[in-house]
């Protein structure tokens, strides 16, 4: 039996614009394994954040279900969602979203402490991921001290803080150059490869969609092709 660590039955989304109801998602079926690495492409508008954010538990379909390491998202409370995206899931985006005050190494620190991680651990934890990403040197700098490529670097330390088999990046180098989008490509590729992560990702690049080992194409809210 294949390991299948996220599982979309027959998603649909709508979203109520005004009177009128978008229809973001119609009907996505589609099954990821446990350490694949995963590419979602397809044009601006055909529901690829949409899908991304109902696999994370930030919105929830208007019909279908998502399982994701076996519990059923849209099922949980408020209360286990949380604690799913804590330890389940890394989010990466585009724009980073690191916290300004405070220093690479505290934002990655946060997620730690939410999870009542202890001081100790916390210290080993933070040093090993900063390292990781190739940032121990630059652990007590401010994001505004650091490149878009730094900067992205610390918010996958940080997503990766609890240990999440699934990572999930939007369009995570759309605002680097395109070397910098392949070194910060690499370590992603790099966990997958040696942590066995599971990588869902989404670019508009066909250059960093060959990272993936399956790429799938969403139009208008359906999977046209997956190769
Ligand atoms: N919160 C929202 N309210 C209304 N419409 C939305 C919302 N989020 C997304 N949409 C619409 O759903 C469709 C898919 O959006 P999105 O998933 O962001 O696409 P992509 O990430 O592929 O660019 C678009 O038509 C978008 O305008
Ligand atoms: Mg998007």
Redesign the pocket.
């Known amino acids: 039996m294949p390991d299948v660590i996220v599982s979309c039955v027959n998603i649909h989304?709508s979203?109520?614009?005004g009177r009128e109801a978008?229809?973001?998602?119609r009907g996505i079926d589609l099954d990821v394994l446990r350490g694949e690495m995963v590419c979602?492409m397809?044009?601006?508008?055909?529901?690829?954040?949409?899908?991304?954010?109902i696999i994370g538990g930030l919105?929830e379909p208007s019909r279908g279900h998502v399982i994701v390491d076996g519990e059923n998202v849209v099922a949980l409370s408020e209360d286990a969602l949380s604690e799913m995206r804590l330890t389940k899931m890394g989010f990466v985006f585009q724009n980073y979203n690191l916290l300004a005050n405070f220093t690479a190494w505290e934002n990655v620190e946060v997620p730690l402490a939410l999870a009542g991680v202890g001081r100790r651990e916390r210290r080993r934890k933070v040093e090993y991921l900063l390292d990781l990403v190739g940032l121990g040197d630059r652990a007590q700098h401010y994001p505004s001290e650091l490149s878009g490529g730094q900067q992205q670097r610390v918010a996958i330390a940080r997503a990766l803080a609890n240990d999440p088999p699934i990572l999930i990046g939007?369009?995570i180098t759309g605002d680097l150059d395109s070397e910098t989008g392949f070194e910060v490509m690499e370590v992603v590729a790099r966990l997958n490869r040696e942590q066995g992560t599971t990588v869902i990702y989404?670019t508009h690049d066909p250059r960093m969609a060959k990272f993936a080992e399956r790429v799938i194409q969403?139009r208008d809210?359906k999977i046209l092709e997956s190769t």
């Open positions: 989304k979203f109520l614009m978008v229809q973001a998602l979602l397809g044009p601006s508008g055909s529901g690829k954040t949409t899908l991304l954010n919105e939007d369009e989404v969403l809210g």
